[in-house]
């Protein structure tokens, strides 16, 4: 009998004896499949009714957060009408700004500044205007080289005192205020000239 079950272990299998042992495989894949299947349907309903269960039973912290969410809520729609206000205060400032603006390009202060620019530009045109007259007076003259040496300096001078004026004026013009220089200058004329 040992031979003859050698012989049908290594004869092969027809197609029907091979569609027969495949289902027989199906079949039990079948039942393993569905087994699982009620097996994971049993895991997921057990956790998650303990799920629920833990959450109804730490009803407090529920609660507990539900008011904070509730105070963080009402936080927040406050923080917004401050943030309201705050563009509302920006748009009028900035309205006030654009005025005020308006009100110092046209004010007294600024045509003041420009009309005593265009004064030291005529003292400077003056004075330019003097050294070239005294030194044509001084080439005329005999003897006349001391004078022109004497008050050629006090013409130097006073222009250089009103170049130093129309620049304060155009820094102040800019806004730029030079703190260093609060005290009056002297008249380069006071002595006689």
């Known amino acids: 009998m040992a031979k003859k079950d050698d012989n049908t272990e290594h004869e092969p299998l027809t197609e029907e004896q091979r569609i027969t042992?495949?289902?027989e495989k199906v079949g039990t894949n079948k039942i393993v499949l569905i087994s699982i299947a009620l097996f994971l349907i049993i895991i997921v309903s057990?956790?998650?009714?303990?799920?629920?269960?833990?959450m109804f039973g730490e009803?407090?912290?529920a609660t507990a957060s539900s008011e904070m969410v509730a105070a963080l809520e009402a936080k927040i729609v406050e923080q917004e009408k401050v943030l309201e206000n705050i563009?509302?205060?920006t748009k009028?400032?900035?309205?006030?700004?654009?005025a005020l603006k308006d009100k110092v390009a046209s004010s007294s202060n600024q045509k003041l500044q420009e009309l005593m620019i265009e004064q030291e530009r005529g003292h400077q045109m003056f004075l330019d205007t003097l050294r070239t007259g005294m030194y044509d007076l001084a080439h005329m003259i005999p003897g006349s080289r001391t004078w022109l040496e004497v008050y050629g300096e006090?013409?130097?001078s006073a222009e250089r005192h009103s170049k130093e004026r129309e620049k304060e004026l155009l820094n102040l013009q800019k806004?730029?205020?030079n703190k260093a220089k609060t005290t009056i200058q002297e008249?380069?004329?006071e002595d006689g000239f």
């Open 59 to 61: 009803d407090e912290d």
């Open 187 to 189: 008249d380069p004329f």
């Open 175 to 177: 806004g730029i205020i």
């Open 87 to 89: 563009k509302k205060l």
């Open 154 to 156: 006090k013409v130097d």
């Open 92 to 98: 009028e400032n900035r309205a006030e700004l654009s």
């Open 21 to 23: 042992a495949l289902e």
């Open 46 to 54: 057990v956790s998650s009714t303990v799920f629920i269960v833990s």
